[in-house]
C-alpha cells in the first residue's frame, strides 16, 4: 500500500488549498477514505471521509469549509479546503476509513493569521 498526499503549503487565512492523495496496493474503488490531520502536540484527528459510493461526512470544525471527493478511475482522493483558519494548520494525511496501519509522508498545511 502506498499513499502520496500532496497540495499543501502556506495560505493566509480565508483562503483555499486543494489536497490530493494517491493510493496503489489498494482495491481503491472498495474501499472509504479519510483525509485526516495532525497538529503540533496534539492527536491525529478524522476531518473529512467519504465511503466507496460517495457519501461523506465531515467534523464539525471544518463542516461547510470543506470537501471531500474521490476519483476511482485514478485512485485518488481530494480535500478542498475553503476559508482556512489558522487552526487548520497541521499535516494532513489520507488513509483508508478505518485507518491502515500504513501512512503517507503527509503534506503540511499552514495557515497564517
Known amino acids: 500500500v502506498q499513499l502520496v498526499e500532496s497540495g499543501g503549503g502556506l495560505v493566509q487565512a480565508g483562503g483555499s488549498l486543494r489536497l490530493a492523495c494517491a493510493a496503489s496496493?489498494?482495491?481503491?474503488?472498495?474501499?472509504?477514505m479519510g483525509w485526516y490531520r495532525q497538529a503540533p502536540g496534539r492527536q491525529r484527528e478524522l476531518v473529512a471521509s467519504i465511503t466507496s459510493s460517495g457519501f461523506t461526512n465531515y467534523a464539525p470544525s471544518v463542516k461547510g469549509r470543506f470537501t471531500i471527493s474521490r476519483d476511482n478511475a485514478k485512485n485518488t482522493v481530494y480535500l478542498q479546503m475553503n476559508s482556512l483558519k489558522p487552526e487548520d494548520t497541521a499535516v494532513y494525511y489520507c488513509n483508508t476509513n478505518p485507518y491502515s496501519r500504513v501512512w503517507g509522508q503527509g503534506t503540511l498545511v499552514t495557515v497564517s493569521s
Open positions: 496496493g489498494i482495491i481503491f474503488s472498495s474501499n472509504a
